[in-house]
């Protein structure tokens, strides 16, 4: 790619922002390095196409029915292929632009991402040599369990030994933690020596998350009596978890990693909580640093929203897996939180359709509820009824971590999640509305920037301070009135002075894309009224209701709910069919 140098073109007056703009340079150097207007026009569009999470566009006959072909001939395919810009695969000297015999036209990086990732993939399962584990031993890790709803968890703690590459997927409450948990200690019992284990996700809350939740696992084992030669085992899996970018070392200042195929990491086992919120390039630089014997166990739902950045790695891999038949993946399905059951089975209906979510709505009864909100004044008057009800639970003066701990406890029963960001159904104007009626309720001096019960989400990483995207901190005066933020920590909780918060948001509105990897008792859904709007999926409803343990309120126009309902989003890529597909 060096060879080409970027130069100089007039700007339209008009020119959009965002990616929009980045498609519209694109182009503009297309045409400045000699493509046709054709090839710049696709280009433009490529662009644009990974704003929004794809990672190719067919041009062609799409290899699946859910990618939907775009406006171009047998002329125009064979015009572009005549390009020398364009590669028809990505071996060789690079190119700018790759359109594979399929017709899927892509950048060339995420061509090469995604063909060093199915061939990472297949070389794991190749090498796969599964070894059997005793039905006693299964019993003593499942303290005897064989029911129906435990035969899942057994069968990937059984499958899991001698490969290279597992994936469990499940919705929350199937026992996604504690069932990765069994399979590390089958694994370190499998061992002759201690095994070293890095578990990851790719947010520091969602690391957070996991490693608690493998502690409280640790405790229900022993509890349940596992034999001491298993408590050896248990004992070797680490209490902590990291971001992925931690554990590869991330380098800012050129955007690669410390960790890669020159210089593997140590683990023998890794896992990777959360994996949906992985994109591609991510996953590509985790297999590049992986040792070829090391075990790669990815865990999530692959029903959630896709990562940020481009591709649909997990849904794409389960997809492939699915498709197949492999014995390398385990979905979960049972719900064992009991008084979550009738909410799981509204967002699990909700990829079935309107008359099958309508169906489960009704079973849910109170647990989950419509609100019509289809203008401002609707929005305004269902916002002061939630701020009324976070007003009344004003934090008292925290003088100790248990104090702090309660009240963030409290702060997680409550939550709004907006599908939009900005715009006034957004989650920046929903979250400064819900400011000004706690600062009115709560008798807060006017440029007071910290109060006493001021929410906020950290937005940036910051290993310094061991803060992370996604962190939520709760403001607390103590009982002479000194301010501290506190957020939940391994440790236990950590308090900071305002001024030492790192870059950070109001958290009393998130968007559903950052509220993912963390729970809370009670959650309301915002969506646009706007019934066309693309940001209406079913991802998206599913991903919010989800974050839901006991209740959930839905915000919304009946049209747009049925909008969501009707829209499966799926990212167009090569991923799946070429993981079933060699030489695809």
Same mark, same amino acid.
């Given at each position: ?118 061939? +990472?993939?297949?070389?794991?399962? @190749?090498?796969? /040599?599964?070894?059997? *584990?005793?039905? $006693?031993? #299964? !019993?003593? %890790? ?126 023998? +086992?890794?896992?990777?909580?959360? @994996?949906?919120? /992985?994109?591609?390039? *991510?996953?590509? $630089?985790? #297999? !590049?640093? %992986? ?135 957004? /989650? ?147 991923? /799946? ?8």
């Amino acid at each position: 790619m060096s060879a080409y140098r970027f130069a100089s073109a007039p700007r339209p007056a008009d020119q959009p922002l965002g990616w929009q703009a980045l498609g519209d340079a694109l182009r503009r150097w297309v045409l400045a390095h000699g493509g046709s207007d054709l090839l710049a026009c696709w280009a433009q569009r490529i662009c644009e196409a990974e704003g929004k999470g794809n990672t190719a566009v067919y041009l062609g006959t799409p290899a699946h029915d859910r990618d939907e072909p775009l406006e171009c001939t047998d002329e125009e395919l064979a015009a572009l292929r005549a390009q020398p810009l364009v590669a028809a695969d990505d071996i060789g000297a690079p190119r700018p632009f790759v359109l594979d015999a399929e017709g899927r036209f892509y950048l060339w990086r995420n061509r090469r991402d995604e063909t060093q990732v199915i061939a +990472a993939l297949r070389e794991r399962r @190749a090498v796969a /040599a599964p070894a059997p *584990l005793a039905e $006693a031993d #299964l !019993d003593r %890790l499942f303290a005897g369990r064989k029911d129906q709803a435990v035969m899942p968890q057994r069968q990937a703690v059984l499958r899991v030994g001698g490969r290279r590459l597992f994936v469990l997927t499940g919705g929350p409450g199937t026992g996604k933690t504690a069932t990765v948990l069994r399979m590390l200690v089958r694994l370190q019992h499998d061992a002759s020596a201690p095994l070293a284990m890095a578990l990851t996700a790719p947010t520091g809350k969602a690391a957070q998350r996991l490693a608690q939740s493998l502690r409280q696992g640790r405790e229900s084992l022993l509890a349940a009596g596992l034999p001491a030669d298993w408590r050896a085992a248990l004992a070797c899996v680490p209490e902590t978890a990291q971001t992925l970018h931690r554990l590869l070392g991330y380098q800012r200042w050129n955007g690669g990693y410390l960790h890669h195929a020159g210089h593997r990491l140590a683990a023998d +086992a890794v896992v990777v909580d959360e @994996a949906s919120m /992985a994109d591609l390039s *991510l996953l590509r $630089a985790l #297999l !590049d640093a %992986l040792r070829p014997e090391a075990a790669l166990i990815l865990v999530g739902d692959a029903d959630q929203l896709a990562s940020v950045g481009a591709g649909s790695a997990l849904m794409d891999i389960v997809e492939a897996q699915d498709r197949e038949g492999a014995s390398d993946l385990v979905r979960l399905q049972h719900c064992f939180r009991t008084r979550q059951q009738a909410l799981a089975g509204v967002y699990q209906s909700v990829h079935a359709g309107p008359d099958a979510f309508a169906a489960a709505l009704a079973q849910a009864g109170e647990d989950v509820r419509r609100h019509e909100v289809k203008d401002r004044k609707q929005l305004q008057a269902i916002l002061r009824r939630w701020s009324q009800q976070l007003a009344a639970r004003a934090p008292v003066p925290c003088i100790d971590a248990d104090g702090a701990h309660a009240a963030l406890q409290t702060l997680s029963c409550q939550q709004l999640l907006c599908a939009l960001r900005e715009g006034p159904f957004g /989650a920046t104007a929903a979250a400064a509305a819900i400011e000004r009626a706690l600062r009115a309720a709560w008798h807060v001096p006017e440029g007071d920037a910290w109060y006493p019960g001021r929410a906020v989400v950290v937005v940036r990483n910051d290993y310094a301070a061991g803060l992370f995207n996604g962190d939520v901190g709760l403001c607390l005066a103590d009982a002479d009135g000194r301010l501290s933020v506190w957020f939940e920590s391994e440790a236990g909780v950590r308090a900071f002075a305002p001024e030492a918060v790192p870059a950070h948001e109001s958290a009393f509105a998130l968007t559903v894309h950052r509220s993912q990897g963390s729970e809370y008792d009670r959650v309301a859904v915002l969506l646009p009224p706007a019934d066309g709007s693309p940001i209406l999926t079913q991802q998206l409803l599913y991903t919010a209701l989800s974050r839901a343990r006991l209740q959930a309120e839905l915000w919304c126009t009946h049209g747009a709910l049925v909008a969501a309902l009707k829209h499966g989003v799926r990212r167009s890529g090569g991923l /799946a069919e070429r993981m079933l597909h060699p030489g695809g």
